[in-house]
């Protein structure tokens, strides 16, 4: 069983950037595409990136479209997602999630393991 480790989260101004990462341990993540969710307080878990096993397709959320960048170190065994332009919205608690599947997906049924988040918090 793979196990997730996010890392990377903190209290950022709006505006600013942030670069969250997740790295996988106990098994390779090679070969299986790979998410992140967050989950706002009082809110519900949100998509919000996904990326395919080879890193070559991509999947935003509307909400972070354009300011979010997800991207993967199959040889690292890692998982990236660079927040920018950051708004008071997006605080949350954000997770990864490697998936069933190698294509991207943003169903959260479709992912079976979960890391235990990192938190972000952005000020206005």
């Known amino acids: 069983q793979v196990q997730l480790v996010e890392s990377g989260g903190g209290l950022m101004q709006a505006g600013g950037s942030l670069r969250l990462s997740c790295e996988a341990s106990?098994?390779?993540?090679?070969?299986?595409?790979m998410g992140w969710f967050r989950r706002a307080p009082g809110k519900e878990r949100q998509f919000v990136a996904a990326?395919?096993?080879?890193?070559?397709?991509?999947y935003y959320a509307d909400s972070v479209k354009g300011r979010f960048t997800v991207s993967r170190d199959n040889a690292k065994d890692t998982v990236y997602l660079q927040l920018n332009s950051l708004e008071p919205e997006d605080t949350a608690v954000y997770y990864c999630?490697?998936?069933?599947?190698?294509?991207?997906?943003?169903?959260?049924?479709?992912?079976?393991?979960w890391g235990q988040g990192t938190q972000v918090t952005v000020s206005s």
């Open positions: 999630a490697a998936a069933r599947v190698s294509t991207t997906t943003y169903s959260p049924g479709n992912y079976n393991t």
């Open positions: 106990e098994r390779t993540i090679a070969g299986y595409a």
């Open positions: 990326i395919n096993w080879t890193g070559g397709r991509t």
